[in-house]
């Protein structure tokens, strides 16, 4: 049953946030416990490169819904969000399908990172490329990203500097892994008395994230699955039971949002692609 916004879930919320607003630091122990759950996340992975490649294939129940348009979310465990030491891991896959255009289609447009404020507006509000790689076959590229929190209660600005690997198995299958490497908070972002926080300092609502996605071309289009991972600050005890449900509720919608927004973007550059390879015949 979908989670309905409450006033007592939303004035939870509204507490939560107050709580986190008064500050904390990232603990060594808690990217540790990160770091920690990567590695098996990684691992999983491998597993799918050598075996079953994608996710919905699991479920043929799935592979229809996704086959017909919907969007298909889940939590990668049924326990979510995942506690470590002072902070929570939040592990998420979606799948989407985009009918009529092809593997290098998707590809192009994810790393057209140019214009990732125009595909995924009003979220990310600037994106500069410090360095993209040439390889066809394998790319390496790193580049910072701004977004923005709009929240009932503040406007919170993170810059995420982030590493992205896009590998090329064969033809039809691709797959990339993106990582961050340093996450600052702006305070009071959008404001004149905007201003960035130190590393590992800020409200704790993301300390990190990471995301590891596939790619299938098949049955007229392509399969895009994304795993989105983030880590953040913990939630006080007395406030878990009404929290981590509309947690759960915000990361579901994040994730959807993305992949409409992606298959939105690809959809939108192949059919411009078509127009103007007819022009110029």
């Not at 979908?2 to 607003?21: D, Y």
């Not at 209660?153 to 299958?173: I, M, P, Q, T, W």
């Not at 590891?212 to 289009?221: I, K, L």
């Not at 959807?256 to 550059?269: G, M, N």
């Amino acid at each position: 049953m979908e989670m309905k916004w409450t006033v007592k879930s939303v004035v939870a919320l509204a507490v939560v946030f107050s709580v986190a607003a008064n500050g904390a630091e990232l603990k060594p122990e808690t990217e540790q416990g990160w770091e920690d759950y990567l590695v098996r996340a990684q691992a999983r992975m491998t597993d799918r490169l050598q075996c079953r490649f994608l996710w919905v294939d699991e479920s043929e129940q799935r592979l229809k819904r996704v086959r017909a348009g919907e969007f298909v979310i889940a939590p990668i465990q049924p326990k979510m969000p995942i506690a470590v030491r002072h902070g929570l891991v939040h592990d998420w896959i979606g799948a989407a399908f985009i009918p009529g255009v092809h593997i290098e289609d998707v590809i192009t447009t994810v790393r057209e990172y140019d214009r990732y404020v125009e595909f995924y507006a009003p979220s990310v509000t600037d994106m500069q490329v410090i360095g993209q790689s040439e390889n066809p076959e394998q790319a390496s590229d790193r580049f910072i990203l701004t977004m923005v929190n709009k929240s009932f209660f503040s406007k919170r600005g993170l810059e995420c500097e982030s590493v992205s690997n896009y590998v090329r198995l064969d033809a039809h299958h691709w797959y990339s892994q993106s990582h961050g490497v340093r996450i600052q908070e702006w305070a009071q972002y959008g404001t004149s008395r905007q201003h960035k926080l130190p590393a590992g300092q800020g409200t704790g609502y993301l300390w990190n994230v990471s995301t590891m996605s596939r790619y299938e071309e098949r049955d007229g289009g392509v399969y895009v699955e994304i795993e989105a991972l983030a880590l953040s600050r913990d939630v006080p005890v007395e406030f878990r039971m009404v929290a981590y449900p509309i947690i759960k509720k915000v990361s579901q919608s994040a994730l959807e949002t993305s992949l409409d927004q992606t298959r939105t973007a690809v959809k939108k550059r192949a059919t411009t692609a078509k127009i103007d390879y007819k022009e110029s015949q």
